[in-house]
């Protein structure tokens, strides 16, 4: 079964740097999205990406981050100056609303996710 | 705006014993529903879903039935096992699979054998 992936699995960085966290969504899917899960927080959308630019974005999604879409197959999100807030897991999702019939039709699938840890 | 809300965790059950975890939603017009699953050290996993009221989502055993009256989602298994310990977040979806998910705090579940 398609599977989208993520690396690395886990990232250590010192505040102040920048990180790069790589996704690969399934082949087919045209939406991408990023999640992040601080520790013992609940599921938090970041931003959602279609035909090459941003469709939507939350309030955490500012300056220090951006997304990309460098080529065919890899989607990244970019954080410029971490913060120690920062520190948490990192899920990529990815959907194709075309697809039809059961349960995969019109579902986001996610990563497993990155976990950042920001020193 | 759109939100939802889970019953609070942890919970701890036997096995083969009947589970439900309380969802309800805000939302306007008719979103869709999820419950996904987080085993331990891995991401999410879509549980099922329900895009439309009086819809049930089935899968694995576990079952949620989409209420609009009562703006509720609530998951249920019959038998639990020891493979369904996880974490399990209610989730809504406010137009279509292209949109963002929200997500409610999520439910610690622990079976014990």
């Known amino acids: 079964e398609p599977e989208v992936t993520q690396t690395p699995s886990h990232q250590v960085t010192q505040m102040g740097q920048e990180v790069i966290l790589r996704c690969v969504p399934i082949?087919?899917?045209?939406?991408f999205y990023w999640y992040r899960q601080i520790l013992g927080q609940k599921v938090e959308f970041l931003v959602s990406?279609?035909?090459?630019?941003?469709?939507?974005k939350s309030e955490i999604f500012d300056d220090q981050f951006s997304v990309e879409r460098p080529d065919g197959s890899n989607f990244t999100l970019k954080i410029r100056s971490t913060k120690l807030e920062d520190s948490a897991m990192y899920f990529c999702?990815?959907?194709?609303?075309?697809?039809?019939?059961?349960?995969?039709?019109?579902?986001?699938?996610f990563g497993p996710g990155t976990r950042l840890t920001v020193l | 705006g759109n939100s939802v809300t889970q019953m609070e965790g942890p919970v701890t059950l036997s096995e083969e014993a009947f589970l439900t975890i309380n969802c309800t939603y805000t939302?306007?017009?008719?979103?869709?529903l999820f419950w996904y699953v987080q085993y331990p050290g891995e991401g999410l996993q879509l549980l099922l879903k329900?895009?439309?009221?009086?819809d049930k989502g089935s899968n694995k055993g576990f079952e949620a039935t989409y209420r609009k009256e009562t703006t509720s989602f609530h998951l249920e298994k019959g038998s639990v096992q020891v493979s369904d310990s996880a974490v399990y977040f209610c989730?809504?979806?406010?137009?279509?699979?292209?949109?963002?998910?929200?997500f409610g705090s999520g439910t610690r579940l622990s079976i014990r054998p």
């Open positions: 999702a990815s959907t194709d609303p075309g697809t039809s019939g059961g349960l995969s039709a019109d579902t986001q699938y």
């Open positions: 990406f279609y035909n090459n630019e941003i469709s939507e």
């Open positions: 329900a895009t439309k009221a009086d």
């Open positions: 989730a809504l979806s406010r137009y279509s699979s292209a949109s963002k998910i929200i």
């Open positions: 939302a306007t017009g008719y979103p869709s």
């Open positions: 082949s087919n899917h045209l939406y």
